[in-house]
T-cell receptor
Framework: DSGVTQTPKHLITATGQRVTLRCSPR?????VYWYQQSLDQGLQFLIQ???????AKGNILERFSAQQFPDLHSELNLSSLELGDSALYFC?????????????FGSGTRLTVV | DQQVKQNSPSLSVQEGRISILNCDYT??????FLWYKKYPAEGPTFLISISSIKDKNEDGRFTVFLNKSAKHLSLHIVPSQPGDSAVYFC???????????FGTGTRLTVIP
């Protein structure tokens, strides 16, 4: 158990729908990162929050949004889902804002859009 | 634009032999490099890292080599064990950056 909790583990939904993925960071970590891993792709950075504030945006679609709550858990909202959004979505957390020391990943949410 | 590349999607090695996983990068400003290991149904876990001021870092059976002039790093696993079978991701970061840049991964299979 890495200490980073992601729910749900699996999600199957139809095109056009909206889903919310949830992440609880490791205790004491203030930064939360969201990554997407599509088939045969590396981990693509989506967005980072630090202590409730958005700090960095990567290749995140406008249909996607995220937030970090006062208790530091984070949610990734995916709307108007398309078949191509099917992927593994990982959350990671770190104590610091920058990443030179790496971070701890959750086990991911596998999203299947049908 | 993939700034970190792992050109070998898969690698098979006999148990007890050396596994060498390679990674290339394009951004000369990267100053920290990490390797992550990922088992099925789990998230990536940190394995070993190296700062750009070094050319080698060793941790038990795992050694990472960095060749800055070639923008290349490699992970050596000696001796390889069946439990090392996993997907290995190379990652890089910039000082003060807010995210890591990952390669596409190499699936290592260690044959007993």
């Amino acid at each position: 158990d890495s200490g980073v909790t992601q729910t749900p583990k699996h999600l199957i939904t139809a095109t056009g729908q909206r889903v919310t993925l949830r992440c609880s960071p490791r205790s004491g970590d203030l930064s939360v990162y969201w990554y997407q891993q599509s088939l045969d792709q590396g981990l693509q950075f989506l967005i980072q929050y630090y202590n409730g504030e958005e700090r960095a945006k990567g290749n995140i679609l406008e249909r996607f949004s995220a937030q970090q709550f006062p208790d530091l858990h984070s949610e990734l909202n995916l709307s108007s889902l398309e078949l191509g959004d099917s992927a593994l979505y990982f959350c990671a957390s770190s104590a610091r804002q920058a990443t030179n020391y790496g971070y701890t990943f959750g086990s991911g949410t596998r999203l299947t859009v049908v | 634009d993939q700034q970190v590349k792992q050109n070998s999607p898969s690698l098979s090695v006999q148990e007890g032999r050396i596994s060498i996983l390679n990674c290339d990068y394009t951004n000369s400003m990267f100053d920290y490099f990490l390797w992550y290991k990922k088992y099925p149904a789990e998230g990536p876990t940190f394995l070993i890292s190296i700062s750009s001021i070094k050319d080698k870092n060793e941790d038990g059976r795992f050694t990472v080599f960095l060749n800055k002039s070639a923008k290349h790093l490699s992970l050596h696993i000696v001796p390889s064990q069946p439990g090392d079978s996993a997907v290995y991701f190379c990652a890089a970061s910039l000082t003060g950056a807010n995210n890591l840049f990952f390669g596409t991964g190499t699936r290592l299979t260690v044959i007993p």
